[in-house]
């Protein structure tokens, strides 16, 4: 007890308790732990670590799509925290979080990607079906979760990429866009074999996201 | 100079990967005559080993000896047993990991720069194969990113 009374007196004496905030206002959370120059991390000992996380994840499952709700649960958190990270890392003017669709698109499709992945993903497009005005896909020609992972054929559906999907999907849902968000391969279909590991992450809103959005539209 | 084809044995002698990139370059054989060429070449290989005494490093006090004067014992080298195999027609080389899986490749007898093709198919098997969750150790490798990018390589190399 004695020691904590002494500890608690030098805040006291600055600042009135509570936080102290550095001059500048930079805090941690403003600079990447990792302090090099470009801040990037080995490929090759994530393709490891997410090699494990597919292995775990199947253990125990029934089917495909179980795999992939596990994959995208393990990434959901992820999307969570990532969106007030990324948030508090912009310049003060634009801080507040996206209020419409097309800015949490370009969002994700911007400061997401290039902080996970170091660069923009390729393409944002809204569904040409007129029956699903709710669902937006974020197309990514050469996931990097995926450069070394070939899936065998019994499983082809599976697209590992839904752990991606799960960020995306903790993103939409933190900023208060609740969507069901999945991975799909499209490759070697419509391209031809340019882009063998193309994949679309299909983002279907809740409905009342989208009620919300007509709402705005006409104010 | 051409590549003629792989094979990639694991450690207990048994034939995990089998794939030919040059039509004619050698004769085809039966599945059940490539499991006995790589079982064959395990064996004669582990044998040729054992022929090759491991060299015995004496400590030289100079060059060898820690910061605290003590020598620093240093293990030697494994002995490399059967490396090569030349035939009038075609040479095999082979290459062992630290883990004991081996790669053969099967040449014909001008091609240059092996070791380099071989370093690059040891680093294409360590991305492709071992970096792929669906993929059991020890087991026969289905790998399709695996087979794209080692005929895209072996291909560039063939059409030199």
């Known amino acids: 007890m004695a020691h904590m009374g002494t500890a608690g007196k030098p805040g006291g004496k600055e600042s009135g308790g509570g936080l102290r905030y550095p001059t500048n206002g930079k805090t941690i959370y403003h600079r990447p732990l990792n302090r090099s120059r470009t801040s990037e991390l080995s490929q090759a000992s994530f393709a490891y670590l997410f090699s494990e996380m597919v292995a775990y994840a199947q253990k125990r499952v029934t089917g495909i799509q179980d795999l992939e709700k596990r994959l995208n649960v393990q990434g959901h958190?992820?999307?969570?925290?990532?969106?007030?990270?990324?948030?508090?890392?912009?310049?003060?003017?634009?801080?507040?979080?996206?209020?419409?669709?097309?800015?949490?698109?370009?969002?994700?499709?911007?400061?997401?990607?290039?902080h996970l992945f170091g660069r923009q993903a390729n393409e944002v497009q809204r569904s040409s079906n007129a029956e699903t005005p709710d669902e937006y896909m974020i197309i990514d020609n050469e996931p990097v979760v995926n450069a070394y992972i070939?899936?065998?054929?019994?499983?082809?559906?599976?697209?590992?990429?839904?752990?991606?999907?799960?960020?995306v999907e903790g993103v939409c849902d933190g900023a208060a866009f609740p969507a069901r968000v999945t991975a799909h391969t499209v490759g070697g279909k419509e391209d031809g074999e340019m882009w063998p590991g193309k994949t679309v992450f299909l983002v279907k809103f809740q409905p009342e996201v989208l009620e919300r959005e007509?709402?705005?539209?006409k104010g | 100079?051409?590549?003629?084809?792989?094979?990639?044995?694991?450690?207990?002698?048994?034939?995990?990967?089998?794939?030919?990139?040059?039509?004619?370059?050698?004769?085809?054989?039966?599945?059940?005559?490539?499991?006995?060429?790589?079982?064959?070449?395990h064996g004669v290989h582990a044998i040729t080993t054992r022929l090759n005494p491991v060299k015995i490093e004496r400590p030289s006090t100079a060059a060898s000896s820690g910061p605290g004067g003590a020598p620093i014992l240093t293990r030697p080298d494994p002995p490399s047993g059967l490396e090569v195999l030349e035939s009038e027609n075609?040479?095999?080389?082979?290459?062992?990991t630290l883990t004991g899986t081996k790669f053969l490749l099967f040449?014909?007898?001008?091609?240059?720069?092996?070791?380099?093709?071989?370093?690059?198919?040891?680093?294409?098997?360590?991305?492709?194969?071992?970096?792929?969750?669906?993929?059991?150790?020890?087991?026969?490798?289905?790998?399709?990113?695996?087979?794209?990018?080692?005929?895209?390589?072996?291909?560039?190399?063939?059409?030199?």
């Open chain 1, 77 to 114: 958190p992820i999307g969570l925290k990532l969106l007030d990270l990324l948030l508090i890392r912009e310049p003060a003017r634009t801080q507040t979080r996206p209020l419409n669709i097309i800015a949490l698109l370009h969002f994700i499709k911007g400061n997401v990607w290039q």
């Open chain 1, 150 to 167: 070939s899936v065998p054929r019994e499983m082809s559906q599976l697209n590992c990429a839904a752990f991606v999907a799960g960020i």
């Open chain 1, 214 to 217: 007509a709402l705005l539209g």
């Open chain 2, 1 to 41: 100079m051409t590549v003629f084809a792989l094979i990639i044995i694991n450690k207990a002698g048994g034939l995990i990967y089998n794939r030919t990139f040059h039509e004619g370059g050698l004769n085809k054989l039966s599945t059940n005559d490539y499991l006995v060429l790589a079982g064959t070449f």
């Open chain 2, 90 to 96: 075609f040479r095999l080389q082979c290459f062992t």
């Open chain 2, 107 to 160: 040449t014909d007898t001008t091609q240059a720069n092996i070791s380099v093709i071989m370093g690059r198919v040891y680093e294409m098997y360590s991305d492709y194969v071992m970096k792929n969750p669906f993929y059991q150790l020890e087991m026969p490798i289905r790998c399709d990113m695996f087979d794209r990018k080692l005929s895209s390589h072996i291909r560039e190399i063939n059409n030199k």
